[in-house]
């Protein structure tokens, strides 16, 4: 029997690490990776092909079509929220043109193959816009409907991306004459809260303090924590981050009530993450720095998400909570990695 083909887009990235990792451990797939930079080099083995390439290059992706039968698309590219700020434009490029040209992919592999191409796709709390300060203390756990006025390039692009991908799923090119006798794209959304991984630092993000933190008092680095100490966000480590990407996946579909999923496992403040990165690197050197232009954006996400449906509908529970995610997962990791 022909292995089931995953294929990785930001395979490159943090997230695109642990997927391969995880996927590579403990599954039986073929893992075609695609990254605009060459794929790191410990990742390569566990790849059956890696391409350097771009999203928005068509002839590429049609390429793909025809050498692969691809089962599930991992579609983790995506400029994050600070970077894309500086270039919205390019960001919207990236981000939608990207994510509509793979679902354009998704959808003709599933014609051809007659069965449903499954599309996972890490959308985030970026897709909130909470106005006030006072608004989000009083929110408390948000569901997936509240809030959906996100103010920045990235995080429009998440929640439209959003809605593209419900549009494949259920209503693509409904009024033509074959409507409804050709397979369509599987869509499953995961709304990811700030991640945090011991392996990788993110680039361009605006949760970005949180993994900055760590890691430069790790290094013995000094950091500026760019927010303000009462700045507080959901997170979750990578572990977890990839676990749900394969739980949503591997989900039964008549399971599935809803297309985009709020998951989380704790809520710090900066200064909780302070205190408990001082406590392990005493000798780090951190201060409190606050950009106002960042600190905006980081003020509209939610301090905590409901994610009742995804714990309802395919079982999800993080396995790392704070105590675990950083006394038996982030510190020992990290102080492992720049002791070598
Ligand atoms: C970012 O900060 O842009 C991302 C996110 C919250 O999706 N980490």
């Given amino acids: 029997m022909r292995k089931k083909v995953v294929l990785i887009t930001g395979a490159n990235g943090e997230m695109g690490h642990g997927l391969i990792q995880y996927l590579a451990e403990n599954t039986d797939v073929n893992i075609v990776a695609l990254d605009v930079t060459p794929l790191d080099k410990c990742l390569r083995p566990l790849c059956s092909t890696y391409i350097v390439g771009d999203i928005l290059d068509q002839m590429l992706l049609g390429r793909l079509v025809v050498e692969h039968e691809i089962a599930t698309i991992?579609?983790?590219?995506?400029?994050?929220?600070t970077k894309a700020e500086y270039n919205p434009e390019t960001a919207h490029r990236i981000n939608v043109e990207g994510t509509l040209n793979l679902l354009r992919l998704a959808t003709e592999q599933s014609q051809w193959q007659g069965i449903s191409v499954k599309f996972i796709y890490p959308s985030s709390i970026a897709a909130y816009g909470i106005p006030t300060l006072k608004e989000?203390?009083?929110a408390g756990s948000v569901t997936e409907e509240a809030y959906n006025h996100p103010t920045t390039m990235y995080g429009c692009n998440k929640l439209y991306c959003e809605h593209l991908g419900r549009y494949y799923n259920s209503y693509y090119r409904q009024l033509s004459a074959d409507c409804g006798t050709n397979q369509t794209v599987d869509f499953r959304a995961i709304r990811f809260p700030g991640l945090i991984s011991a392996e990788t630092i993110p680039t361009g993000g605006t949760?970005?303090?949180g993994p900055e933190l760590l890691h430069a008092a790790a290094k013995g680095e000094d950091y500026n924590c760019f927010v303000r100490p009462d700045t507080t966000l959901p997170f979750m480590v990578m572990p977890d981050a990839v676990k749900a990407l394969v739980l949503l996946e591997d989900a039964p579909k008549n399971r599935l009530s809803q297309y985009v999923y709020n998951i989380t496992s704790?809520?710090?403040?900066?200064?909780q993450i302070f205190d408990i990165v001082q406590k392990a690197f005493p000798e780090a050197n951190i201060h409190f720095a606050v950009d106002e232009c960042r600190q905006k954006i980081v003020d509209t996400w939610p301090e905590q998400v409901n994610d009742s449906a995804a714990r309802r509908d395919w079982d999800w529970a993080p396995d790392y909570?704070?105590?675990r995610s950083f006394n038996q997962y982030l510190i020992p990791a990290i102080k492992g990695r720049y002791s070598l």
Wanted: charged share 20%; hydrophobic share 30%; proline share 0%.
């Fill in 74 to 81: 991992y579609h983790l590219a995506s400029i994050l929220s």
């Fill in 136 to 138: 989000k203390s009083d």
């Fill in 207 to 209: 949760s970005d303090y």
């Fill in 266 to 271: 704790f809520s710090l403040s900066a200064q």
């Fill in 321 to 323: 909570d704070c105590e």
